[in-house]
Every structure is written in C-alpha cells, then in structure tokens.
Nanobody, 124 residues
Framework: VQLQASGGGLVQAGDSRQLSCEAS????????MGWFRQAPGEEREFVAA????????AFADSVKGRFTISRDNTRNTVYLQMNSLKPEDTAIYYC??????????????????WGRGTQVTVSS
C-alpha cells in the first residue's frame, strides 16, 4: 500500500488549497479514505473521511463548512478541498486508509496505512 499526499504549501488566511492523495497497492474503490493532520506538539487529529462508495462523509467540527472531501475511484485519488483557511489549520496533513475494505472509521486507530504527509502553513 502506498499513499502519496501532495498539494501543501504556504498560504494566507482566507485562501483555498486542494490536497491530493494518490493511492496504489490496493483496491482503492473498496476502501474508506481519511485525512488527518498533526500540528507541532499536538496529537494527530481527524479531519475528514469519505467512504469507499462515496455515500458517507464525516468532518471534524473545526473544518465543517470549510473543507470538503472527494475521491475519484478511476484515478485512485482522494482530495481535500480546504477553503477559508485559518492559521490554526497549519499542520502536516496525512491521508490514510482503513485496515480492511468496506469499513468506516474516524479515529487514527481505524486506519492502518498512512502517507508521508504534506505541510500546510497558513499565515495570518
């Protein structure tokens, strides 16, 4: 399993940014995909998740209404669209996939496979 996140960078507060995560090594269309983030000195936290069948989504309260998650099962890619970015969104963003196919989770413990992360820095 390989997950490669990209799209991070330095942005200003209020800007938008889209992260991408390209997956390989498993049947992407049958796995829930999640985004997590970790700020310096903080624990890794859930950001968003999207089920394999694109039916179920979940978002952290801190990003609801600002972030959306989508996936293209033909491209084995999951996206995180981040709008109205705030300085507190600064973190390394990780994509991840669940332990088994057709399962759902919103905690780090539900996910077994992780990408290397992409840094998002939001300046005020």
């Amino acid at each position: 399993v390989q997950l490669q996140a990209s799209g991070g960078g330095l942005v200003q507060a209020g800007d938008s940014r889209q992260l991408s995560c390209e997956a390989s090594g498993f049947t992407f269309s049958t796995y829930t995909m999640g985004w997590f983030r970790q700020a310096p000195g903080e624990e890794r936290e859930f950001v968003a998740a999207l089920s394999w069948d694109i039916v179920t989504t979940a978002f952290a309260d801190s990003v609801k209404g600002r972030f959306t998650i989508s996936r293209d099962n033909t491209r084995n890619t999951v996206y995180l669209q981040m709008n109205s970015l705030k300085p507190e969104d600064t973190a390394i963003y990780y994509c991840a996939t669940t332990r088994t196919a057709r399962t759902w989770g919103t905690t780090p413990g539900d996910y077994d496979y992780w990408g290397r992360g992409t840094q998002v820095t939001v300046s005020s």
